[in-house]
């Protein structure tokens, strides 16, 4: 499978501020990105998805950024919530095929 | 309502006795993956489907096998469990390059 590695496995942070996750992949041939949510005991959740064309995509309290340049991109979650704690993957699609390969995972903690 | 839907949510299987893990979707997607999860890992990629093309992992054991009977059905057949095959194993579908995976609850599997 190709590399796809977050900086960061552990952040938390206080709620109502903002969070930063990062993520860094390795396959410039990557032009398909997803962020998922991970609750312990569940399957991955979408939250928000990017392709190469664009630089930042907003959703609802969320906003992804993707630097191609640096093959990096993170994803910022306003107001941060206690319902938003869980694990954050990010996952590239490659353009010669239908996998998606996930990176490592950000354990995200909310102190209320 | 699921739209991926995986069962049994947990199996407990013994060591070297076959085991197989279901999964069905109502989205009529073309692509079927299957992950396997280990705690506090990412998600790894074991094949997927494209209708009826198989895609295997290159790192993906023999012991792992697929079967996808018809667009709406895929099958995650392990022929001898090992204790290291002990995981959540996940189940996704998507429309094809470029589009949102979705994910199943998973199947948690024990090997005892």
């Known amino acids: 499978g190709e590399s796809v590695g977050l900086h960061l496995p552990t952040l938390s942070v206080q709620e109502g501020d903002n969070s930063i996750i990062n993520c860094a992949y390795s396959n410039s041939a990557s032009d398909y990105f997803i962020w998922y949510k991970q609750e312990s005991g569940k399957g991955p959740q979408f939250i928000i998805d990017i392709r190469s064309n664009m630089d930042k995509r907003q959703g609802q309290r969320v906003t992804v950024l993707l630097n191609k340049t640096v093959k990096h991109l993170s994803l910022q979650i306003a107001a941060t919530q206690p319902g938003d704690s869980a694990v954050y993957f990010c996952?590239?699609?490659?353009?010669?095929?239908?996998?998606?390969?996930f990176g490592t995972g950000t354990s995200l903690t909310v102190i209320p | 309502d699921a739209m991926v839907i995986q069962n049994p949510r947990y199996q407990v299987t013994q060591f070297g006795k076959p085991v197989t893990l279901s999964c069905s979707q109502t989205?009529?997607?073309?692509?079927m993956y299957w992950y396997q999860q280990k705690s506090s890992q990412a998600p790894k990629l074991l094949f997927h489907?494209?209708?009826?093309?198989?895609?295997n992992e290159a790192d993906t054991p023999d012991n792992f096998q697929s079967r996808r009977p018809n667009t709406s059905f895929c099958f995650l057949d392990i022929r001898s469990p090992g204790l290291g095959d002990a995981a959540m194993y996940l189940c996704?579908?998507?429309?094809?390059?470029?589009?949102?995976?979705?994910f199943g609850q998973g199947t948690r599997l024990t090997v005892v």
């Open positions: 489907y494209y209708d009826k093309d198989f895609n």
């Open positions: 996704a579908t998507s429309h094809g390059m470029n589009t949102e995976a979705f």
């Open positions: 989205l009529n997607h073309n692509v």
């Open positions: 996952a590239e699609n490659i353009n010669t095929g239908n996998q998606f390969y």
